[in-house]
Structure formats: structure tokens, C-alpha cells
């Protein structure tokens, strides 16, 4: 079993910054997997927002591209997300992937 706890996220005003962490334990080898961050707004379908391999490769969604940052720490079993000038569209509740494991989310709100 395999359990994946977000945080960093809260109530920010536009132009601020966040950065979410996301932890992960259990059965499992986490250098050797890649990790995603996910999120979902009110009333929208869970959309991808940037993703980054074992081997640190990164990708980004268009439009976090240029603001958002995905790293690893493999001796913390850790994925971060920073978020930078962010925006009131996104807002969302944020979810780590690893594998089939989701984590239970951790909620962003960016006020305008």
C-alpha cells in the first residue's frame, strides 16, 4: 500500500505564490517512479498540471507553463509544486498521482 499526503495549499491573493509538497509512503520505490500533480475547480473534470520523471524530467500544462515548477527530492520521498504569480483560475483542489495512488488533495484558492 502506498499513501501520497498533499500540502502547501490555502488562500492567496493573485500574484502570490504557494508551494505544495507531496509525500509519499509505503511499498513502493518512489525514485523510481514518476509523480503528477493534478487539479480539479468546481464543477470542471481533474485536468493535468504538470508532471516529472524518475529521472527528473519535467512537463508542464500550457497554462501553468512559466509560472509552476515541479521538483523531487528522493531522499524525502517528496515531490514539491511551486506556484508562482498565480492566478484566480487557479483555484482548484490539488491531488498528487503516483502510479494508480492518488493523495486525498489539498485545497489552493487564489483571491483577485
Known amino acids: 500500500q502506498v499513501q501520497l499526503v498533499e500540502s502547501g495549499g490555502g488562500l492567496v491573493q493573485a500574484g502570490g505564490s504557494l508551494r505544495l509538497s507531496c509525500a509519499a509512503s509505503?511499498?513502493?520505490?518512489?525514485?523510481?517512479?514518476?509523480v503528477g500533480w493534478y487539479r480539479q475547480a468546481p464543477g470542471k473534470q481533474r485536468e493535468f498540471v504538470a508532471r516529472i520523471t524518475s529521472s527528473s524530467s519535467t512537463n508542464y500544462a500550457d497554462s501553468v507553463k512559466g509560472r509552476f515548477t515541479i521538483s523531487r527530492d528522493n531522499a524525502k520521498n517528496t515531490v514539491y509544486l511551486q506556484m508562482n504569480s498565480l492566478k484566480p483560475e487557479d483555484t482548484a483542489v490539488y491531488y498528487c498521482n503516483l502510479y494508480v495512488y492518488w493523495g486525498q488533495g489539498t485545497q489552493v484558492t487564489v483571491s483577485s
Open positions: 509505503g511499498r513502493i520505490i518512489f525514485s523510481g517512479n514518476g
